[in-house]
Nanobody
Framework: QWRLVESGGGLVQPGGSLRLSCVVS????????IGWFRQAPGKEREGVSC????????KYGDSVKGRFIIYRDMDENAVYLQMNSLRPEDSAVYFC?????????????????WGQGTQVIVSS
């Protein structure tokens, strides 16, 4: 059974950084697509970043390009989202998701396995 557990959210001041973790079990990171998504109150779920093959450049949503970095640790069975230069508009519940496939996508509907989410609040 595919399982994903996020952690690392919290309250941070604008301009600060957070690192989110997504620890997975029941499947191999090598054979799956992993995506980070976020959803703010009253808004649709938004694709933040995704990664598939280490030889292929990850994808980033336009709003986070140059500020967020996604990377995987195969030994830890984890995917991380390093978030820098955080802004109040980055506040949301962040989810990691996974699915089979040969390329990663920022479209939530293309993922069948989701974690429970972790809250990020950017505020002074």
């Amino acid at each position: 059974q595919w399982r994903l557990v996020e952690s690392g959210g919290g309250l941070v001041q604008p301009g600060g950084s957070l690192r989110l973790s997504c620890v997975v079990s029941g499947f191999s990171l090598r054979d799956s697509n992993i995506g980070w998504f976020r959803q703010a109150p009253g808004k649709e779920r938004e694709g933040v970043s995704c990664v598939h093959d280490p030889g292929i450049r990850p994808k980033y949503g336009d709003s986070v390009k140059g500020r967020f970095i996604i990377y995987r640790d195969m030994d830890e069975n984890a995917v991380y989202l390093q978030m820098n230069s955080l802004r109040p508009e980055d506040s949301a519940v962040y989810f990691c998701a996974a699915d089979h496939g040969s390329y990663c996508s920022l479209v939530p509907a293309e993922y069948g396995y989701w974690g429970q989410g972790t809250q990020v609040i950017v505020s002074s």
